[in-house]
């Protein structure tokens, strides 16, 4: 198994692409630590995890919280005592209107969420990875990390956001054995993109120009994280992989 017996913790793995990437990490041997705000959700997707024959535990947890990060991975590293994967997931979508309707509450809970929290989570982590020497930090950016669209100012700025922390993660930590990524999902058919991933969404017409054709599945990105998060990625630093059908490049 790719990732036998490697302690991969998921943030948001209570729903959507968190809880697809757990259930594909524990296919592949991973222990998994199901991070969320949702504990329903977290535990769910540990009898998920469990019902393929995986390991997981949930923890309650906000990613924004500096003590609730403090003590996840205390938790994590009594029990286990190493952290070899961390999937950065957990996000949230902003209000989808232009800028200068956009209000400044929405411009700080997305850029807490989507931006900050990966800085506060990969701080905490990467030196017990450089400890080991050795570790991979997957982060979920967008295709919005990479081209401006309707997602809106917040949403677009906390992404490319992701995209230039992980070259710059990956830039200080990669001789220490730290690896560093991240990914680029388009318009995936989970609950947080429902509103829009339909024929009357204003992503509609773009997904379906783009070359694949289609709505991204949860599982297009989940088996790309497995994949990411192995040793068959070794030689892949610092880069933003698009999983989104194409669509970046009209």
């Known amino acids: 198994m790719k990732l036998d017996g490697k302690v991969c913790i998921v943030t948001g793995g209570g729903s959507g692409l968190g809880q697809q990437m757990s259930i594909a990490i524990a296919k592949e041997g991973g222990i998994v630590v199901v991070a969320d705000i949702n504990k329903l959700g977290a535990d769910q997707t540990c009898e998920l995890v469990r019902d393929?024959?995986?390991?997981?535990?949930?923890?309650?947890?906000?990613?924004?919280?500096?003590?609730?990060?403090?003590?996840?991975?205390?938790?994590?590293?009594?029990?286990?005592?190493?952290?070899?994967?961390?999937?950065?997931n957990a996000g949230i979508t902003g209000e989808h209107v232009v800028t200068h309707e956009v209000s400044e509450q929405s411009w700080d809970n997305v850029i807490n969420v989507n931006l900050k929290s990966i800085f506060l989570m990969s701080k905490r982590v990467i030196p017990q990875m450089v400890k080991q020497g050795k570790g991979v930090i997957i982060n979920t950016a967008s295709a919005s990390g990479l081209i401006a669209?309707?997602?809106?100012?917040?949403?677009?700025?906390?992404?490319?956001?992701?995209?230039?922390?992980?070259?710059?993660?990956?830039?200080?930590?990669?001789?220490?054995?730290?690896?560093?990524?991240?990914?680029?999902p388009g318009v995936i058919q989970t609950p947080l993109t429902k509103e829009y991933a339909n024929e009357e969404g204003y992503f509609?017409?773009?997904?379906?120009?783009?070359?694949?054709?289609?709505?991204?599945?949860?599982t297009d990105v989940a088996n790309t994280v497995v994949f990411l998060a192995s040793e068959d990625a070794d030689f892949i630093h610092g880069h933003t992989i698009p999983i989104e059908g194409g669509s970046t490049i009209l």
């Open 52 to 88: 393929n024959g995986g390991q997981a535990i949930s923890i309650e947890m906000d990613i924004t919280n500096t003590a609730h990060i403090e003590q996840m991975i205390e938790t994590v590293l009594d029990k286990y005592n190493r952290i070899d994967v961390l999937c950065n």
């Open 204 to 218: 509609h017409k773009l997904t379906m120009d783009a070359p694949a054709g289609r709505y991204g599945k949860p």
């Open 149 to 184: 669209s309707a997602a809106g100012i917040e949403y677009t700025a906390a992404k490319h956001g992701v995209v230039g922390m992980t070259k710059q993660l990956a830039y200080e930590y990669g001789h220490q054995g730290v690896r560093v990524v991240a990914i680029a």
